[in-house]
């Protein structure tokens, strides 16, 4: 069975720190897709990464880094100087690929994230 | 471009009754999905419609169902509401074609059911 395991459920830190968010997934396919989404207080889920599964290589946006490791079946996804806006929940999910389909996105729980001034 | 709009954004209902949300995807796209999201189950995927033929189902009763026009504008029905139907209701949208591509999510649709 697939599943996406967050297993922290709010993080609180002060602007400026440095926040590693977890993301733990399980899948028996070769093939997959792993995403970060982001909900702000207003609801709708913002795209954030996305990164296949022969694809290991880091990656990094300005503030963002994100550490896809196959070997403990991790996608962790970090903020560098976190700033008040970055508070929201992040969501970590994952998609089998399937033909002639997007797959389904199979989330984790969320983190909820709290950058206090 | 535009992104996907969903109405409307607010429900209020009655157990029994039934309700239809509706969803607009980003031009070109061709895939609809929608997602449930409460705070006991978290985001559970309800089902996806392509070309106006549903393709892929998540783990819903039958009481959900869904449907896709020509212009790729999707619709979904929850009929006999239940109070544990109250949720926000997402809909995403990509573009569908050969290979994978990102979902895009709408605003969504809160539903309260009393």
């Known amino acids: 069975a697939q599943k996406v395991t967050q297993a922290q459920t709010e993080i609180s830190v002060v602007e400026k720190e440095d926040v590693t968010l977890d993301c733990v997934y399980e899948?028996?396919?070769?093939?997959?897709?792993l995403f970060w989404y982001k909900q702000p207080p207003s609801g709708e889920l913002v795209f954030l990464i996305r990164?296949?599964?022969?694809?290991?290589q880091n990656e990094i946006s300005g503030r963002y880094s994100w550490n896809f490791q196959k070997s403990t079946s991790s996608f962790n996804f970090t903020i560098t100087a976190s700033q008040v806006v970055d508070s929201a929940v992040y969501f970590c999910?994952?998609?089998?690929?399937?033909?002639?389909?997007?797959?389904?996105?199979?989330f984790g729980k969320g983190t909820k994230l709290s950058v206090k001034p | 471009k535009a992104g996907v709009t969903q109405t409307p954004r607010y429900l209020i209902k009655t157990r029994g009754q039934q309700v239809t949300l509706s969803c607009s995807p980003i031009?070109?796209?061709?895939?609809v999905s929608w997602y449930q999201q409460t705070p006991g189950q978290g985001l559970q995927f309800l089902f996806e419609?392509?070309?106006?033929?549903?393709?892929n189902k998540g783990n819903f009763p039958g009481r959900f169902s869904g449907r896709q026009f020509s212009n790729s504008r999707s619709e979904m029905n929850v009929s006999t509401l239940e109070l544990g139907d109250s949720a926000l209701y997402l809909c995403?949208?990509?573009?569908?074609?050969?290979?994978?591509?990102?979902?895009?999510f709408g605003p969504g649709t809160r539903l309260t059911v009393l």
């Open positions: 995403a949208s990509s573009p569908g074609g050969l290979g994978y591509n990102e979902q895009f």
């Open positions: 899948t028996r396919d070769t093939t997959y897709y």
């Open positions: 990164r296949n599964s022969f694809d290991e």
């Open positions: 999910a994952l998609s089998e690929a399937r033909r002639g389909s997007q797959g389904n996105l199979i």
């Open positions: 031009s070109g796209h061709r895939s």
């Open positions: 419609y392509f070309s106006e033929t549903q393709r």
